[in-house]
């Protein structure tokens, strides 16, 4: 009986601790398995990528326009970058074959074109005639 009380004594800090480390990863473990066949969406709803798409290009037909040279390449690239993770985003949502797009990279701009093409093919409603959009 002592011998018993001795190992639950030394036993007790090391279950403790894994408890505390191992114990969420195995919550989410059973939760997953409870649930089933309803998978989570991967990323936000295709509504909120469609407005943030549509806003994108019209920033970028603004920003195009600027007239401040110095300014406009730095916009110009940082919204492409956006556009891109935007309308790679909505691929995805949408099962459109989309290119793979390099860490810290845009598309180029005719991958791009191609891409909210498909992407208006697909459905997805984006403004036409303006950004990397137009003709």
Avoid at 9 to 15: G, N, Q, R, W, Y
Wanted: charge should be positive; charged fraction near 20%.
């Amino acid at each position: 009986m002592n011998l018993a009380r001795v190992v639950a004594v030394m036993l007790a800090p090391s279950a403790a601790v894994g408890a505390v480390v191992y114990g969420p990863r195995a919550v989410r473990y059973l939760r997953r398995r409870l649930q089933g066949d309803h998978p989570q969406p991967a990323g936000p709803p295709i509504e909120q990528l469609a407005a943030d798409l549509r806003r994108l290009v019209r920033q970028h037909h603004a920003v195009k326009r600027a007239p401040d040279l110095m300014m406009r390449a730095h916009h110009l690239s940082a919204i492409e970058g956006a556009i891109t993770n935007c309308a790679v985003q909505a691929a995805v949502a949408l099962g459109v074959p989309h290119p793979r797009v390099p860490r810290h990279s845009a598309l180029t701009a005719t991958e791009l074109k191609r891409l909210l093409r498909a992407l208006a093919d697909a459905g997805l409603v984006l403004p036409t005639g303006v950004g990397p959009f137009a003709d």
